[in-house]
């Protein structure tokens, strides 16, 4: 998949879907603006580690959310608060999902759309 793509279109899809995030989360009503730096920065890291340490899928929009209003303030992910435990858990999962039918073909489907509504922007 990414001998296809260069790193700059690797990149900026990722940073697409990011903002996409970030959007989605001022629309749902920012629900984490009211934290410190310090408590948004805990609170990422708790909703990471229960999500994939101990399998709280409900936990999941709570990673996004977090996430969403972290790149809002412009703040880098607090990785270093994860465990080495819980980044290798990530990567499995990543691994995991990377290999589900069809994952890579609608990968590969989202960054072409990504690529036409770039090439649609400058024309």
Known sequence: MTARYSN???HAFLASEEMD???RYLQAGR???GLSDA???K???RAWRGCHDEGREELWPACLDTDAE???RGLARPEQLLTP???KRISARMRDDARRPGARQRLHEDIEHFLRQ???RRN
């Open 118 to 120: 770039c090439t649609a």
């Open 39 to 41: 408590a948004l920065r």
């Open 85 to 87: 435990r819980t980044l």
């Open 70 to 72: 972290l790149t809002l």
């Open 31 to 33: 629900r984490f603006a």
């Open 8 to 10: 700059e279109i690797l």
């Open 43 to 45: 609170d990422w890291a």
């Open 21 to 23: 995030n970030a959007a």
